[in-house]
């Protein structure tokens, strides 16, 4: 049996790297995927190949930090597929503006907030109510590494991965038993964003460049992210999950 046959995924920031990855996977294994992007071409991109697949998939064009465009996400694919057991709130990133705390421009700070912190806020606050009216099932939002390490010159980014780790902690007792809130917290991901901070930060060069199992590809947290989903953890609530390469212990 497919692992999460029959249920329904909501996945942000799915038109690309990961998000795209996470999508095709959960697709395989039985899902009907909702593919929330903002680039509505590049969503699309995605639900086509998951259909060429054999799979099943829609794309909504959704900006996760305007509350009416999460919450109309979530109610077009609950009227369409009838239900929704998973969010997968994985939109998010930052940019080569980043800097430590005394340098870094303060629209950069409130940019990363809004996105990757108010993001997984605004797709929770929706996205838990459905899931309980469905019978339960799973929310899996992304943290990093560098919430659980430090690294010079990365401190916006780092405020708004080390707050998603709290609040999926403090969902994960709120709504305990329905549903289930974890994290998933990589390191550097060969996405092709990754892959234009990289050419920028020597850091995160040098970081890139110490794993102790090689480089991480999209397809790595794609594959947590699906264990997170199926019921083989239906007793995991409230974890970050480090997909690292080993970074954070060596």
């Known amino acids: 049996m497919l692992r999460l046959e029959g ?7 799915a038109g690309t790297g990961i998000g795209r990855a996470t999508a095709q996977l959960f697709a395989q294994e039985g899902a009907r995927v909702v593919v929330a992007e903002l680039n509505a071409e ?3 991109q ?12 829609i794309a909504i064009k959704t900006d996760v930090t305007e ?9 077009k694919a609950v009227q369409h597929y009838g239900a929704l057991h998973i969010l997968h709130n994985n939109a998010g990133g ?3 503006r980043d800097s430590d705390v005394t340098d870094a421009p ?15 806020f605004l797709g929770c606050r929706f996205g838990i109510p459905a899931i ?18 430090g690294i010079p010159g990365r401190d916006c980014y780092t405020a708004a991965k080390g707050a998603v780790a709290s609040i999926t902690r403090s969902m994960a007792v709120e709504f305990a038993p329905k549903v289930r809130v974890n994290a998933i917290a990589p390191s550097v991901t060969m996405t092709g964003r990754v892959r234009m901070l990289l050419e920028g930060n020597a850091s995160l060069d040098r970081m890139a460049n110490s794993h102790l199992l090689g480089i991480i590809q999209p397809e790595d947290i794609a594959s947590m992210a699906l264990f997170l989903a199926s019921d083989e953890t239906s007793k995991v ?5 480090p997909v690292d390469s080993g970074i954070t212990i060596s």
């Open 94 to 96: 930052s940019t080569l």
């Open 7 to 13: 249920k329904v995924a909501v996945i942000t920031g």
């Open 106 to 120: 303060l629209d950069e700070f409130w940019r990363v907030i809004k996105l990757d912190l108010f993001g997984t």
């Open 42 to 44: 590049a969503g699309e």
């Open 67 to 75: 509350p009416d465009s999460i919450q109309g996400t979530i109610d």
């Open 132 to 149: 309980i009216k469905s019978g339960g099932g799973s929310v899996i939002n992304m943290s990093s590494n560098l919430a659980l390490m």
């Open 46 to 57: 995605t639900a086509q190949l998951i259909i060429q697949a054999g799979g099943q998939a």
């Open 237 to 241: 609530t409230g974890q970050v999950y």
